[in-house]
């Protein structure tokens, strides 16, 4: 049994379809990562040591533990504390808080980077702590990040895939019914892997000028 | 006359004749910027060189293509008569591969600026790891070659430290050892002082100025630091904007040079 | 509390699959990541080329797609892996591609000046490789492969979707022979994967802390 074209034709449609589907996942967890992420920041900076440790131990937990398991776990699990979602609910912010604790870490390289002597100099100034964090700090500290802020939408995209596990109709899950009632997977799945090439590479190499260009207008200021 | 003379002589005793390092007609561009503007320079067998000049003059350059680690955009470097950067072919010269380099290249050593010691490697490997695995000694004959270069240089007390716990002058002298056990022919020194603070300066000089007189090795000597290359070179050659400006003994050198550029170079240097 | 403690020994054996499989995978990327690594900064263009390309490959497209494409499409080649050597085989060529990309940019960051003192000593290409510079490159890989262990260990509990009976296939098993136990199989699934991790990541930040031993500054 070979690849037979006729058959990957009639059936890249039907697996293409599902693309609005994976990017507004995406862009969904993504939405969540960036902004858990945040607050995740701030709370592991808190003065208030028990919230600081706590979300620390959080971010480890959820860091070091499979998505797929936790996808289990809000899924099939919360509803008996009550707490019911759909599966596209679920696997938004599954995979929107499982990355949220790396682009936690992410802020948190790029707000270290931040000399000492800025906040010295805000505290100099008398700003207020909410004025030394969005005028000075995150000014200072995100833009560096930005690339690696990027590339966790690719990342995310890349994880979408996990989700037919509680069966929503990804690129996978459309490929893995075809393949099933035909009983032909070459066609199918490799279809899947190309489709991700295709919108993956370029954003990637898009995500990269975008990382040169931040090194040029960045790379001086720590001095 | 004098031209047909020359020519004779050097067919008749080529081995006595030919300089162990011959430049000729040497180019070198990074992009755009031409660094080398065709250097014709020889340098005789056991003869201690030094180069001077401003910095950007070209001179770390002659000596980074000598040691292999640049290629010469234009022209023939030789060594011993030999093309280092081309194969003879018949009467052909083709570029040279990386055999034909380090068979040549076994003829000469190095010493870096920024010293380049392996910081993973005891002393007493840094200067073991190479005669044991490029010229093939057994542990044993390339350990007594070390410790006796080692005691040479003053650091026979640190075979067991690592380069992070020695000063930089130490750095630099066990550098200089690591070159020498490699008896290479002509040693080249690439401003070897310039990284260390100014109290640790003369403890290296010293021991480049002791290895000079002991030993036949010819020397080429990146320097800014005029007394020593007054003292130590048979030849001073001073550059500028990738020519030669003007060369010829010590003496002449800095007690009457001729080209104002070098006069220049040499008050600045005087009065600093 | 009881539910908990019921569970935790039936899932046992599949955490003991899950550590084969972390194990195998990892050896398998180890070596991966060291071929394809030096295989990028190699001076031979076809040689960067090739393994650009299969890095790209698997970078590029999702772990669980590579899996099934293995798993399911592959035996239409005439080869059908087993659901274990099936998972060991995508595992390690996955995070083996994303190591690679440690080691190679652990090879570039050991300074030139270590290069240029291996060529003033006459070294070989291969000897200045082995002698100077993967010794210290190796140093800067390691919280690299600290890290990227951990995202091996969460890749694993992919192989239950091709039915190996692994610690996540164990506990879904559990959860469907008994609704009740729904929401401690998942917690006590969590709970075990966090144990197996914690060498994982104690070793990684002991490695982050070490890193930057016996290497020379630029």
Redesign the interface.
Known sequence: ??WNWEFAFEIFPEIASAIWLVIGITIGAYIVSLVLGLVLTFARRSSFKPLAYLTYGFI??V????????L??VY??LP??GISLNKYAAGILTLGIHYSTYLSEVYRSGIDSVPKGQWEAARAMNFSKIQTWFRVILPQAIPPVIPMIGNYLLVLF?????L??IGVGE??QE??LI?ASNF???EP??I??LL??LL??PS?VLINKLEQRSKLGFGTRKN | MGMTEKQLKSSNKPDKEMPLVQYENVTKKFGDVEVLKGLDLEIKQGEKVALIGPSGSGKTTIIRMLMTLEKPSGGVISLNGEPLWHKKIGDKLVPADEKHLRKLRSDIGMVFQHFNLFPHMTILRNVTEAPIHVLGLSKEEANERAVDMLNKVGLGDKLDAYPEQLSGGQKQRVAIARAVVMHPKVMLFDEVTSALDPELVGEVLQVIRDLAKETDMAMILVTHEMDFARDIADRVVFLHNGQIEEEGHPEDIFETPESERLQGFLSRFLNT | MEAYINILPRLLPGAVITVQVLLASAALAFVVAFVAGLGRVSKYSIVRKITAVYVELFRGTSLLVQLFWIYFALPAFGIQFSPFLAGVVALGLNYGAYASEVVRGAILAVPSGQTEASIALNMSNWQRMRLIILPQAFRIMLPGFGNISIELLKGTSLVSLITLTDLTYKGLIIQNTNLSYTMPVFVMLLVVYFIIALPLIILAKKLEKNASRGVAKA
């Open positions: 049994m070979t480890e937990f860091r070091s533990t499979p998505p797929l398991v936790q289990f776990f099939f699990a008996a504390i890349k994880e979408t895939p996990l037919m596990a690129f996978l490929a893995q393949g032909r997977y070459l799945i490799t899947v892997g991700f090439l993956s590479y990637a």
